[in-house]
């Protein structure tokens, strides 16, 4: 199965018409499987689009208007263009810049089965950037097995017993307690590879694995390259951006993309692709 996460900067972007293209194209031509996406944003004053006639899309309970221009739904726009069809769910997480309605997204080749969201942050204010949800996803295979996919954006680690990601994760880790679905996480998890709050992470509860700590073949490594929002004063290039996958999931690749050298970059961040041995 191939997966790919990206934080998407969705509309902070020069060229963005055309960076979303690429991202559909390569997409496409990848033939992922399931996509987590990040930063994926709309316009508040954007218009409503009603969800029974948004192709493909499976809502949740709750679920906050969908925008003309959001940017999940021209993607996969873009992807039937070019004879792809993805399904995909979508939630928001907290207004950006005062002008956007910021979430996670996720897109999959199978159909999806159900979607859910959870608010793993202490804020639960719109309007509160530390206000943080993951996205989950029941998807279910040709050949019958099921899995849980989950898109999230967490905030930074400040020592443990702090309410940002510390509280985060372990809230986290209490909701996908609930599932005893494989588990294929992928995200902007804003911790370093090596620092305390990656190995409070991967110390999880949750029978997860870094795909790239396993994978026999690795291309690339870092995700963010330079400085950029959220890491003012950035000296070295860093690696935030992961797939996690089931324990016992054996990964045959894991490669970043869009880094402005084996693709064009597209965000402010690098993507990761990973591609598991079924």
Same mark, same amino acid.
């Not at 499987?33 to 994926?40: A, F, P, R, S």
């Not at 021209?74 to 002008?99: C, N, P, Q, S």
């Not at 026999?216 to 950035?234: D, H, Q, R, S």
């Given at each position: 199965m191939k997966l790919l996460t990206l934080n998407t900067h969705s509309y902070g972007e020069d060229d963005q018409d055309q960076k979303l293209a690429f991202i559909a194209q390569s997409i496409a031509e990848w #033939?992922? #499987?399931? /996509? @987590?996406?990040?930063? /994926? $944003?709309?316009?508040?004053? @954007?218009? &409503?689009? #009603? /969800? *029974? $006639?948004?192709? $493909?899309?499976v809502p949740m309970d709750g679920q906050v208007s969908v925008k003309e221009d959001n940017f999940a +739904? &021209?993607? /996969?726009?873009?992807?039937?263009?070019?004879? *792809? %069809?993805?399904?995909? =769910?979508?939630?928001?997480?907290?207004?950006?810049?005062? %002008?956007m309605q910021e979430g996670v997204a996720i897109l999959s080749k199978y159909p999806i089965d159900s979607v859910t969201s959870y608010n793993v942050s202490k804020s639960h204010d719109w309007y509160d950037y530390k206000t943080r949800r993951i996205l989950t996803a029941k998807i279910t295979k040709p050949n019958g097995e099921s899995f849980m996919a989950v898109s999230g954006h967490f905030s930074w680690w400040h020592g443990k017993n702090n309410e940002e990601f510390h509280y985060e994760w372990q809230e986290t880790e209490k909701y996908l307690a609930r599932t005893k679905l494989p588990i294929y996480f992928m995200g902007d998890f804003n911790n370093p590879a090596g620092t305390d709050g990656y190995d409070y992470m991967v110390s999880t509860a949750i029978p997860i694995t870094?795909?790239? +700590?396993? =994978?026999?073949? %690795?291309?690339? @490594?870092?995700?963010?390259? *330079?400085?950029?929002?959220?890491? %003012?004063?950035? *000296?070295?290039?860093? &690696?935030i951006d992961y797939i996690f996958v089931p324990k016992g999931v054996a990964v045959q690749k894991s490669e970043v993309v869009f880094d402005g050298e084996r693709q064009q970059a597209v965000s402010d961040h690098s993507g990761v692709l990973v591609e598991t041995i079924d």
């Open positions: #033939d992922i #499987d399931v /996509v @987590g996406l990040q930063e /994926v $944003n709309q316009k508040i004053i @954007g218009h &409503r689009v #009603d /969800v *029974k $006639n948004i192709e $493909n899309f +739904m &021209r993607l /996969v726009a873009l992807l039937a263009e070019l004879g *792809k %069809t993805y399904y995909w =769910a979508w939630a928001m997480t907290h207004i950006a810049h005062d %002008t870094d795909s790239y +700590m396993i =994978a026999e073949e %690795t291309i690339g @490594g870092p995700t963010v390259l *330079k400085e950029i929002g959220g890491w %003012t004063g950035l *000296k070295e290039q860093i &690696r």
